[in-house]
Antibody
């Protein structure tokens, strides 16, 4: 059974860089049929797609976040990572990693999510 | 940019009721629409992909229909465990966009 697990600091200071890693187990991140993505959800609000990456390193980003986002992949560790720079309180959210079925751009497996709070 | 309008934002229904949620795109997105269920404190769960295809393991009381700009998600007979927030998600331009969500409560 495929499992995804987010990890990283739960508290980040304003203007600093948020860094999270998603570890994939029970399957290979190098599968040709899938991308891997990050989605966030501010407390009490809806879902926002951040970006997605293929095992080759090809990326797609949400245009509204593109200038601050970097997503990378480490196939040797079966992990992919998110960096979001110059964070503000508006970036406080639960951050999810997920597998993307490319044909339908559907998110079929999700991590449990991790709350990241931006505060001094 | 494509805009998604999901309605209603909240809905109260009784066990056994037929429940319908709609999602409207600002331009033609063919069948490029997925539906998710999110229970409090949990990650979203994929229910329907490509507008009308039931994800493996999802109960048959859930269904989706539509194409172009107008889409419908239906629960044929509401069960207590269906209490959740439901989201549509389009992917016409390879940039996923979620609807605003519909919070479903038991009457």
């Amino acid at each position: 059974q495929l499992q995804l697990q987010e990890s990283g600091p739960g508290l980040v200071k304003p203007s600093e860089t948020l860094s999270l890693t998603c570890t994939v187990s029970g399957g290979s991140i190098s599968s040709s049929s899938y991308y891997w993505g990050w989605i966030r959800q501010p407390p009490g609000k809806g879902l926002e797609w951040i970006g997605s990456i293929y095992y080759s390193g090809s990326t797609y980003y949400n245009p509204s976040l593109k200038s601050r986002v970097t997503i990378s992949v480490d196939t040797s560790k079966n992990q992919f990572s998110l960096k979001l720079s110059s964070v503000t309180a508006a970036d406080t959210a639960v951050y999810y990693c997920a597998r993307v079925v490319w044909t339908f751009m559907s998110f079929d497996y999700w991590g449990q999510g991790t709350l990241v709070t931006v505060s001094s | 940019d494509i805009q998604m309008t999901q309605s209603p934002s909240s809905l109260s229904a009784s066990v056994g009721d037929r429940v319908t949620i709609t999602c409207q795109a600002s331009q033609d997105i063919s069948n490029y629409l997925n539906w998710y269920q999110q229970k409090p404190g949990k990650a979203p769960k994929l229910l329907i992909y490509d507008a009308s295809n039931l994800e493996t393991g999802v109960p048959s009381r859930f269904s989706g229909s539509g194409s172009g700009t107008d889409f419908t998600f239906t629960i044929s007979s509401l069960q207590p465990e269906d209490i959740a927030t439901y989201y549509c998600q389009q992917y016409d331009n390879l940039l996923p966009l979620f609807g605003q969500g519909t919070k479903l409560e038991i009457k």
